[in-house]
C-alpha cells in the first residue's frame, strides 16, 4: 500500500480513457452539500488536574461549510472502473484568539478550525480527496480518499467538515445476505485539518503538542455482515493498528415485531490486546502507549500509561411504538487500559453506543447506565420535527484515589422542511451537559446550532 499514490494515479489515467463510455458518465452523481455549524462550549472547574494550563473557560467558534460530492458510475465491460471526488472547504465566520484557543502552534487546532502560527484559527482550510474504483460483478475495490463506518474503524463526523482516510479497502457481496470487508489505512485527516497524519490511539499522543506523538501507517481491518434473516444480522470484524493494538468485535442486531410495537436488540462485544511495541516495555519508553489505569508507582501516584489490555460489551434496547422510541442500555469495560480506538487526538469517533456528543464513557473499569427517548412530531401536524433526550451515567472508573463516575445529558431537537423551494433544509440543536469526578476532565456545558441543506448537481 506504500505506492499507493502511483496504483492511483495508474487507475485514473486508465478512467480518464474511458471516460466518455456509457455507464461512467451517465450513472454519475454529484451533489454540494452545505453546513452552518456554531459551537459554544463552557468549561467548568479547569483548575482540577494538570489540564488547567491547557485548557480555558469558554470555546467558541463558527463557520460554513461546503462538501462537494461527485460519485461516478462505471465504465461497461466484465471490469468496470470509476472515480469519486470529495472537496472540503471550511470558511471561518467567528472565532477569537480567546475562543478558539490553542495553547501549541504545532497541536492539530482548535474544536473547529486549525491554527494559524499566530495563535488563532485560520480564516480556511479546504482539501481535495480523490478515490479510484474497480468493480468485477458484486466485489467493488477502493483506493485513495475513504470514509469507513465499521465497528473496528469510523469516521467522525461531528464537526464543520467531516474525517477522512487513506487507503484501500475491497467489499464483495458475491454471497447472497453475507457483505465480506477487508482493507488497509494508512492516514487519516482530521476534522479540523487539511493535512494527513499518521494513525494514532489516546495515549501515544497525550500531550499538548499532538504533532510530535507516535504514529503508524498500518492499521489492517477485515470482517463480515451476514444477514441471518430479514431481523436478525450477525457480525464479526477484526482491526490492528501495527505496533499499538490487535481488536476482535462481535455484534448481533435484532428487530422483533410485537403485538404493539417493536423492540430492537442491539449487542456488541469487543476484545483489545496489546501489539508489538505496545506490548513491550522497552517500545512503550519510545511512547507507544495506552491511556487506562495499571495501578500506582513506589511515590503512589497513578499509573495512567501502559498497554492495550480491554474488554467492552455492551447491550441497547430500544422499544418503538408510533412517534414514540424508548431506549435502554448498559455497558461495561474491563481490563487496565480505556477502550481503545483511531485517534490522531483531533477528534475521533469510537464504536460504542456511550458515544455521545461530549463524552465516550470508555475508561477503565467503567459501567454506564444509559436511557433514551425520542419523539416523531408528524403524527400531531408537525413533520419533519424530532426530538431526543439522553442520559448517561458511568460509575466504578478506576484511579489512584479510588472509583470515579461521571454523567452526560444530551437533548437534541431537529427539523427539516418537508415540501416547496427549499425541501431539505434542516436545523438542529444539540445542548449537553458533562459532570465528571476523573481528573483531567473538565466540567462541560455545551450547545451546538447547525443548519444543513444539499444541492444536488447531477
Do not use: C
Not at 475562543?99 to 502560527?117: C, E, K, L, R
Not at 457481496?173 to 482530521?190: P, V
Not at 431481523?231 to 490492528?240: C, F, I, K
Request: charged letters at 20%; glycine letters at 12%.
Amino acid at each position: 500500500m506504500t505506492k499507493s499514490p502511483l496504483a492511483l494515479a495508474v487507475l485514473l489515467g486508465v478512467i480518464a480513457q474511458q471516460a466518455g463510455a456509457a455507464g461512467f458518465i451517465e450513472d454519475s452523481k454529484a451533489t454540494l452539500g452545505l453546513r452552518n455549524f456554531y459551537i459554544n462550549a463552557d468549561n467548568r472547574n479547569v483548575a482540577r488536574g494538570s489540564n488547567a494550563a491547557s485548557t480555558p473557560n469558554k470555546q467558541e467558534e463558527w463557520g460554513q461549510g461546503f462538501q462537494f460530492n461527485y460519485i461516478s458510475g462505471f465504465t461497461e465491460g466484465t471490469v468496470g472502473v470509476g472515480v469519486d471526488a470529495l472537496g472540503l472547504l471550511g470558511v471561518r465566520l467567528d472565532s477569537g484568539k480567546g475562543t478558539h484557543y490553542n495553547p501549541s502552534s504545532n497541536a492539530y487546532g482548535g474544536i473547529v478550525f486549525p491554527t494559524d502560527s499566530n495563535g488563532e484559527a485560520v480564516n480556511d482550510f479546504a482539501s481535495l480527496g480523490l478515490t479510484g474504483k474497480v468493480k468485477v460483478s458484486k466485489t467493488e475495490a477502493r483506493l485513495g480518499t475513504l470514509q469507513p463506518k465499521l465497528p473496528v474503524v469510523t469516521y467522525n463526523d461531528g464537526r464543520l467538515l467531516p474525517q477522512t482516510f487513506q487507503g484501500g479497502q475491497i467489499t464483495s457481496n458475491e454471497i447472497d445476505n453475507l457483505t465480506l470487508i477487508g482493507g488497509k489505512l494508512e492516514k487519516a485527516k482530521g476534522r479540523n485539518s487539511s493535512s494527513s497524519d499518521g494513525l494514532s490511539i489516546s495515549g501515544a499522543n497525550s500531550s499538548s503538542d499532538f504533532r510530535n506523538g507516535t504514529y503508524n501507517n498500518e492499521f489492517y481491518y477485515a470482517g463480515l455482515d451476514y444477514k441471518v434473516n430479514k431481523d436478525l444480522v450477525a457480525q464479526y470484524y477484526y482491526g490492528t493498528l501495527n505496533e499499538f493494538y490487535q481488536q476482535h468485535f462481535l455484534g448481533l442486531t435484532h428487530t422483533l415485531a410485537l403485538p404493539v410495537g417493536s423492540l430492537k436488540s442491539d449487542l456488541r462485544y469487543f476484545k483489545s490486546t496489546a501489539d508489538g511495541k505496545n506490548d513491550s516495555a522497552a517500545g512503550r519508553d519510545d511512547g507507544y502507549f495506552a491511556t487506562g489505569y495499571y495501578g500506582t508507582n513506589a511515590s503512589g501516584a497513578g499509573i495512567t500509561r501502559g498497554e492495550v489490555d480491554n474488554r467492552t460489551w455492551s447491550g441497547q434496547f430500544t422499544y418503538t411504538l408510533d412517534s414514540h422510541a424508548i431506549s435502554a442500555g448498559y455497558q461495561q469495560v474491563s481490563g487496565d487500559s480505556n477502550f481503545p480506538y483511531l485517534d490522531q487526538g483531533d477528534g475521533a469517533t469510537a464504536y460504542l453506543i456511550t458515544d455521545r456528543q461530549i463524552g465516550k464513557f470508555l475508561r477503565a473499569g467503567e459501567r454506564t447506565w444509559l436511557a433514551e427517548y425520542a419523539y416523531d412530531f408528524a403524527k400531531i401536524g408537525a413533520p419533519g420535527l424530532k426530538a431526543t433526550i439522553t442520559y448517561l451515567k458511568g460509575d466504578n472508573i478506576d484511579s489512584a484515589t479510588g472509583d470515579q463516575s461521571e454523567w452526560e445529558r444530551d437533548f437534541r431537537l431537529d427539523y427539516a422542511i418537508q415540501e416547496g423551494t427549499l425541501k431539505g433544509l434542516g436545523f438542529s440543536w444539540r445542548n449537553a451537559s458533562l459532570r465528571s469526578t476523573v481528573a483531567n476532565q473538565n466540567d462541560q456545558d455545551e450547545n451546538r446550532l447547525i443548519v444543513s441543506y444539499t444541492l444536488p448537481l447531477l
